[in-house]
């Protein structure tokens, strides 16, 4: 079992900055693949970002291309997503999510294809 704990939320200004942080534990020594979504009030969950293990390869919904940015720190079994230009139509619950992939190479867009999920944080944007 891996458990994810998303922080780094809170309240911002349109146009401000957040970085969310996502904290990995348990069975960290197998390769994982983490990925970001949101979920807006009254709106199904949607992808944000994602990136593989080595933290060669990351993808982005078209929404926050440009503006935000994944990284990763395997020494520290955490998980960044950078969010910078922010805006109003950002403001959701942001969830974290992990799964297998012993490859180490992919990564992964679709909520199905995650194993272990964070309890999520709130960024509200003001305008």
């Known amino acids: 079992q891996v458990q994810v704990v998303e922080s780094g939320g809170g309240l911002v200004q349109a146009s401000g900055s957040l970085r969310l942080s996502c904290a990995a534990s348990?069975?960290?020594?197998?390769?994982?693949?983490m990925g970001w979504f949101r979920q807006a009030p009254g709106k199904e969950r949607e992808f944000v970002a994602a990136?593989?293990?080595?933290?060669?390869?990351?993808i982005y919904a078209d929404s926050v291309k440009g503006r935000f940015t994944i990284s990763r720190d395997n020494a520290k079994n955490t998980v960044y997503l950078r969010m910078n230009s922010l805006k109003p139509e950002d403001t959701a619950v942001y969830y974290c999510?992990?799964?297998?992939?012993?490859?180490?190479?992919?990564?992964?867009?679709?909520?199905?294809?995650?194993?272990?999920w964070g309890q999520g944080t709130q960024v509200t944007v003001s305008s």
């Open positions: 999510a992990a799964t297998t992939d012993h490859s180490g190479s992919l990564y992964y867009t679709e909520e199905g294809e995650y194993d272990y």
């Open positions: 348990g069975r960290t020594f197998s390769r994982y693949a």
């Open positions: 990136i593989n293990w080595y933290g060669s390869m990351t």
